[in-house]
T-cell receptor, first 110, second 113 residues
Framework: EDQVTQSPEALRLQEGESSSLNCSYTVSGLRGLFWYRQDPGKGPEFLFTLYSAGEEKEKERLKATLTKKESFLHITAPKPEDSATYLCAVARRAGTALIFGKGTTLSVSS | DAMVIQNPRYQVTQFGKPVTLSCSQTLNHNVMYWYQQKSSQAPKLLFHYYDKDFNNEADTPDNFQSRRPNTSFCFLDIRSPGLGDAAMYLC????????????FGSGTQLSVL
């Protein structure tokens, strides 16, 4: 069964304290792995797509990496405005719909 | 700006009273999705349209129906809402075959009294 597991469920950081979020997955024929940011009461906002093991993408303080079994979202020197829930999702080769993990809720305090 | 618009942002209905949520898009994407997201849970796919072809997930209750009258609009009908249907409903679109990421609307928060 296709599955996406994110850890930790919640993460509290001090401003400037770097850390990583984990997304492990089992899927038959990975077409892509997606990271989204979701603020309370809003829809997910696209961050990155990764397609193959070894691929990395960066955007401001965020960097996403992909291996054959998991992906990491590295947050360097986070700021309070980075506080949100970060969702990981995978797309199967057979279909187009995304399978989401439950997310990691990040809180950054100043 | 091209986008996905969901209306209303907040919807309150009574137990058993039919309700319709709407989604429109200006991206001209051929795939449209409806997801249900309960508090602190992963978004769960209910169904999606590939052009006019409707694809229902096996575990989506019959209480949930959808219509897509044209490329731009898609509706989610809940025929007899129960208390357990209170959730955020997310509409998303994508262009099949391009590897593009689905683009989400802001969601409709449904409350059932």
């Amino acid at each position: 069964e296709d599955q996406v597991t994110q850890s930790p469920e919640a993460l509290r950081l001090q401003e400037g304290e770097s850390s990583s979020l984990n997304c492990s997955y089992t899927v038959s024929g990975l077409r892509g792995l997606f990271w989204y940011r979701q603020d309370p009461g809003k829809g997910p906002e696209f961050l990155f797509t990764l397609y193959s093991a070894g691929e990395e993408k960066e955007k401001e303080r965020l960097k996403a990496t992909l291996t054959k079994k998991e992906s990491f979202l590295h947050i360097t020197a986070p700021k309070p405005e980075d506080s949100a829930t970060y969702l990981c999702a995978v797309a199967r080769r057979a279909g187009t719909a995304l399978i989401f993990g439950k997310g990691t809720t990040l809180s950054v305090s100043s | 700006d091209a986008m996905v618009i969901q209306n209303p942002r907040y919807q309150v209905t009574q137990f058993g009273k039919p309700v319709t949520l709407s989604c429109s898009q200006t991206l001209n994407h051929n795939v449209m999705y409806w997801y249900q997201q309960k508090s602190s849970q992963a978004p769960k796919l209910l169904f999606h349209y590939y052009d006019k072809d409707f694809n229902n997930e096996a575990d989506t209750p019959d209480n949930f129906q959808s219509r897509r009258p044209n490329t731009s609009f898609c509706f989610l009908d809940i025929r007899s809402p129960g208390l357990g249907d209170a959730a955020m409903y997310l509409c998303a679109t994508s262009r099949a075959g391009t590897g593009s990421s689905p683009f989400f609307g802001s969601g409709t928060q449904l409350s059932v009294l």
